[in-house]
Nanobody
């Protein structure tokens, strides 16, 4: 049974930082591309960042987070991370990690096979 468990969310002031983690189990982690998505109240789930299964090539980021967020992974720990710096109130959302057995960098939510339960990030102004 595949499980993705996010952690690290919380309340932070604008300009602050948070590091999200997503621990994966029940899958051959190094065979899966990993992505982070977010969903704000009343909005659709949107792509944030993706990293290839063996970190080959550069990760891909949404324009809204480029230069502020960094995605990384540790295949030995079967964990993917999202370092978020210079947070803004508009970053407030539930953040989800997702996995897909792919050699690429999928950006569409429908392309991902497995999802975590999400972690809340709230940025106050």
């Amino acid at each position: 049974q595949v499980q993705l468990v996010e952690s690290g969310g919380g309340l932070v002031q604008a300009g602050g930082s948070l590091r999200l983690s997503c621990a994966a189990s029940g899958l051959t982690f190094s065979s899966y591309a990993m992505g982070w998505f977010r969903q704000a109240p009343g909005k659709e789930r949107e792509f944030v960042a993706a990293i290839s299964r063996r970190s080959i090539g550069s990760p891909y980021y949404a324009d809204s987070v480029k230069g502020r967020f960094t995605i990384s992974r540790d295949n030995a720990k079967t964990t993917v991370y999202l370092q978020m710096n210079s947070l803004k109130p508009e970053d407030t959302a539930v953040f989800y990690c997702a996995a897909v057995r792919s050699g690429g960098l999928p950006q569409g939510p429908n392309e991902y096979e497995y999802w975590g339960q999400g972690t809340q990030v709230t940025v106050s102004s």
